[in-house]
């Protein structure tokens, strides 16, 4: 066993013997504890200064008989598993005066791997300015995360950020550099409050070239409508080298504990990259359409459901993920025989396409959530099921989060993934992974 693997467990360990000997002596002191007092009038600081600490150690255990496996490793791995450790720190700030405001959240990651050992990135997931010279005016300048659509774990009309990670939907996005306004207005009627958020994105080998390789200047934005008690949105995204866009989303609480959305998203002249199983690839050209439709649902156990249906017309059919494997199959094989690495290399020119996550047309997403069951409190167990519509696979991921203390939180998670050859889970790289965190705020 890893010692940094040794140490996380004494950690735990540690932190729940403390936690349980001060529950006991503070239940004492609070008993004997005057309150009685007059709370003066506290000034609010013109700016905030928040940290947080996260120590996170994964544990893959591989399928070497995976086709994605043999396409990174060939044979050239014996291990079964693979570790990682991760040091996160993220400093989160931000200054008000008057009518300006300055937001930054900042990011630097420590890693050790056996592959790369010791490796460091620092990046600004988000820094920018505000200027809002009026209740119904805002300004925006910098690197911002525009929080479009509203599906919990996928978003097919968030056409100005990265997409969301599909097992850690709350994780944190990092942004891209923009200009963008805010006009809002409340008014009586059948629509009670419109917003009104034009957008502009430079693309450069600078700014924002992950979206793009050509230099451009991106141009959107989104009309929001708050009308029959329903929140809706309409958004477009307009290139001169990308594809155009245009999208609509909406959320409806239909009780307090039950709200259901929905997001659709239409991508013009979509180019789609295909290989075949000889390792022909080909460009086809089309109208994407991609839907989402979902509920949230909060019983009266404290038992939250989410639930989302997810078309992804930017992905593949069941067939051509089925060719991409079996060129990898083929590949593999050729490598075997003549050890010729020409068509397993060909396989991953491709493999940005395909292995990216949701890559095939059609996904069922299912978080149940039980808060404080047994009345432990602070205690959350969940349990995540990812379907793949298009192939029959699947991963099932539970999860378990405590919080003992205000600023401390232990996660616990480990997904299984389950499917048939050449299916999109049953080719991953991983049988399963443990993934353990703790999490200091401060």
Same mark, same amino acid.
């Given at each position: ?349 491709? #493999? *940005?396409?395909?292995?990216? =996550? ?7 997403? @299912?978080?149940?959530?039980? $808060?404080? !069951? %047994? ?17 029959? #696979? *699947?991963?099932?991921?539970? =999860? ?7 600023? @401390?939180?232990?996660?616990? $998670?480990? !997904? %299984? ?26």
């Amino acid at each position: 066993m890893k010692p940094v693997f040794v140490i996380l467990i004494i950690w735990f360990m540690t932190v729940f013997l403390y936690v349980s000997a001060f529950s006991k002596t503070s239940d004492d002191i609070l008993t004997d504890l005057d309150l009685g007092f007059k709370v003066e009038e506290i000034k609010k600081k013109p700016y905030s200064i928040n940290a947080e600490i996260e120590i996170t150690e994964t544990i893959r255990v591989l399928d070497q008989d995976a086709l994605l496996f043999k396409q990174k490793y060939l044979d050239k791995k014996k291990e079964d598993m693979a570790w990682q450790t991760d040091f996160d720190l993220t400093l989160e700030g931000e200054f008000q005066k008057d009518t300006i405001r300055l937001y930054g959240r900042f990011n630097s990651l420590l890693y050790y791997n056996e592959e790369e050992n010791f490796e460091s990135q620092r990046k600004a997931e988000e820094a920018y300015i505000s200027f809002q010279p009026s209740f119904i005016w805002a300004f925006d300048a910098g690197k911002k995360v525009h929080k479009w659509g509203k599906g919990y774990a996928f978003s097919p009309s968030a056409f100005f950020s990265r997409p969301r990670d599909i097992d850690d939907p709350d994780a944190t996005l990092e942004g891209y550099y923009s200009l963008s306004a805010d006009y809002i207005k409340s008014m009586e009627g059948l629509v009670k409050t419109i917003a009104i958020t034009p957008v502009l994105m430079p693309v450069t080998r600078e700014l924002n070239h992950e979206i793009n390789l050509k230099d451009e200047l991106l141009w959107g934005g989104k009309v929001y409508l708050f009308v029959f008690d329903t929140d809706m949105d309409f958004m477009f995204l307009i290139s001169d080298n990308m594809d155009k866009r245009f999208g609509i989303d909406f959320s409806k609480n239909l009780s307090p504990a039950f709200e259901i959305h929905g997001d659709a998203a239409l991508v013009k002249d979509y180019q789609q990259y295909i290989i075949d199983e000889y390792g022909n690839i080909s460009e086809q050209e089309y109208t994407a359409f991609s839907l989402l439709l979902g509920l949230r649902y909060l019983s009266s156990r404290d038992t939250t459901y989410i639930f989302e249906y997810y078309r992804n017309g930017q992905g593949y059919s069941a067939r051509e993920y089925k060719k991409y494997l079996t060129f990898i199959k083929t590949g593999f094989d050729q490598y075997l025989n003549t050890s010729s690495q020409a068509s397993i290399s060909k396989s991953r020119t491709v #493999s *940005a396409y395909y292995n990216q =996550q949701a890559a095939m047309r059609g996904y069922l997403y @299912l978080k149940v959530s039980q $808060k404080d !069951p %047994f009345d432990i409190l602070y205690f959350v167990p969940a349990i995540t099921f990812v379907y793949n519509i298009s192939d029959q #696979s *699947a991963s099932i991921t539970p =999860q378990f989060t405590y919080s003992p203390l205000t600023n @401390l939180t232990l996660d616990l $998670k480990t !997904p %299984f993934l389950m499917g048939e050859s050449k299916t999109e889970y049953g080719e991953k790289m991983n049988k399963t992974k443990f993934v353990i965190s703790i999490k200091y705020f401060f």
